[in-house]
């Protein structure tokens, strides 16, 4: 009777179990195969390259607008033909020629010392060639001169630039809004099983692939001091705060923040950067994530195009277990990555990223537990009028340590490709095209740029329960301020 009863027992456990993992497929495939944390990092990067993307389509802009093609050879047929002059000066700086195009500025304003148009457009070039004091000296001996209020406006816009360039203490700040949609927003896994124990259960059809859409909020705010030495070492130190709120799949909605702080000591062979960092994330509304850690890195500019760079970055990470996925608590434990990379420009308008990163990840419970290898590219394009193309693909393999005995004998191993692209313009860009006028929109909103990024990723498993892909949209404008 005894061992009857035990039997019985055992087998309500096992059926109690094996409803358990019907019941919440999506949050363990989810939990385990593509934290939420992931995912926010990834989004924190591409931002960050949608800001730095826009700041020098912004440059860009006022640097190509209108130019053609003229060649050297044009210019010594009509030497003193200054349309022709000044184009060629345009051209160079197309060509990232900066010194070139300012040498030629220089004799045109030599004979022709009242052109507005010209003695800007030699300012712009002295500000990328960082040369702040001769740069704000021409702009203020422009702005003495008789000219439309947008070229009052923009002239004013790079005295304010070259004002906060010489500051010793920075501030910036910016804050995004939009909204998202997901095609499998649940993470379900896309053949509708999941193993339990190496035996295949169908995922019930309210736990199957759902989509949903979300509306995001994204904060930031930093704060940067030179220490005033020739080298320009700083101290720097900012939070940001990221958050998304789903329309149906409430159970999705987190809250990330994040605090950093740290300095960089410069020199000719290399920059050290030392960020300690501290971040929390609510899954749901309840805490879910707590991360402590920082990183290193050493990055040094090979020529005036080329850029390596190592890092390494080491977090503690402690989850905790909630209602959706009371296992996560299995997780905590330390991370490292080890990074490398080089930024190569291709050309004024074209860059690449090449980036390998080696993970480590250990966890409480060896299952979760897992080495990890990512090769990622990314691709920057200035398309002209401030408008900038973003793309990225990234490739990551991941092997796990040991196998869940809840789930399969069969140790994990994921494969997990993502591939985005992301087209940014401000909306002056938009509204000058309309209405077919420059200056339609006042600086103070003109300048707000737009962004809208499509996102594939297709997370290949050996087990089902981890096996599923999502197609992300996701709109955002963005306002940044620098004072």
């Known amino acids: 009777m005894a061992r009857r009863i035990a039997h019985v027992w055992t087998a309500a456990i096992c059926f109690a179990a094996g409803l358990g993992v019907v019941a919440a497929p999506s949050a363990r495939a989810q939990f385990t195969s593509q934290p939420q944390t992931q995912d926010i990092r990834e989004q924190a990067e591409q931002l960050q390259r949608a800001k730095d993307a826009a700041a020098a389509a912004a440059v860009q802009r006022r640097e190509q607008e209108g130019v053609r093609a003229v060649t050297f050879a044009d210019v010594l047929k009509d030497p003193d033909n200054v349309e022709l002059n000044f184009d060629y000066a345009r051209t160079l700086v197309a ?83 939009g909204f998202a949609y997901d095609s499998n927003r649940n993470a379900a896994p896309r053949s509708g099983q999941v193993l339990f124990l190496d035996t295949p259960l169908d995922v019930p059809d309210n736990q199957r692939e759902h989509s949903d859409k979300s509306f995001l909020s994204i904060g930031s705010f930093r704060v940067r001091h030179d220490l005033g030495y020739q080298e320009k070492h700083e101290v720097f130190a900012g939070v940001s705060v990221f958050r998304q709120d789903d329309l149906h799949l409430n159970e999705q909605n987190l809250q990330f923040y994040s605090l950093d702080f740290g300095g960089t000591y410069k020199s000719d062979w290399v ?79 074209l860059q690449l990223n090449f980036e390998y990163d080696q993970i480590r990840k250990n966890a409480r419970q060896s299952y979760v537990a897992y080495d990890g290898y990512v090769l990622q590219g990314n691709l920057t394009y200035l398309v002209g009028g401030g408008q900038f193309l973003l793309f990225s693909a990234s490739g990551e393999r991941d092997n796990y340590d040991d196998p869940d005995l809840f789930v399969s004998n069969s140790t994990r191993h994921d494969t997990i490709m993502r591939f985005r692209g992301t087209y940014g313009a401000p909306l002056g860009f938009f509204a000058d095209t309309i209405s077919g006028d420059k200056g339609t929109l006042p600086s103070y909103v003109a300048d707000i740029t737009f962004t809208g990024a499509l996102e594939w990723l297709d997370n290949l498993s050996n087990l089902p329960n981890y096996e599923y892909s999502n197609l992300k949209a996701q709109f955002l404008v963005t306002k940044r301020w620098e004072f």
Do not use: W
Request: hydrophobic letters at 35%; a neutral charge; aromatic letters at 10%.
């Open 95 to 177: 060509q990232g020629d900066l010194k070139g195009a300012s040498a030629t500025l220089e004799r045109m304003l030599l004979n022709n010392p009242d052109l507005a148009q010209v003695r800007l457009f030699y300012a712009i070039v002295l500000y990328r060639l960082d040369s702040l004091d001769e740069a704000e000296r021409e702009l203020n001996t422009i702005s003495k001169l008789p000219m439309p209020d947008s070229l009052r406006q923009e002239i004013q816009a790079y005295l304010d630039r070259i004002s906060y360039r010489k500051q010793l203490t920075r501030y910036s700040a910016s804050l995004s809004f």
């Open 271 to 349: 920059n050290v950067t030392l960020q300690p960092t501290h971040m929390r994330e609510r899954l749901a509304d309840h805490s879910y994530y707590e991360a402590t850690g920082g990183r290193l890195r050493l990055d040094k500019k090979v020529d005036q195009d080329i850029e390596v760079y190592a890092e390494y970055g080491g977090v503690y990470e402690h989850f905790r277990g909630i209602f959706t996925s009371p296992s996560s608590v299995d997780r905590t434990g330390s991370r490292q990555d080890v990074k490398f990379g080089v930024t190569a420009n291709i050309t004024p308008t």
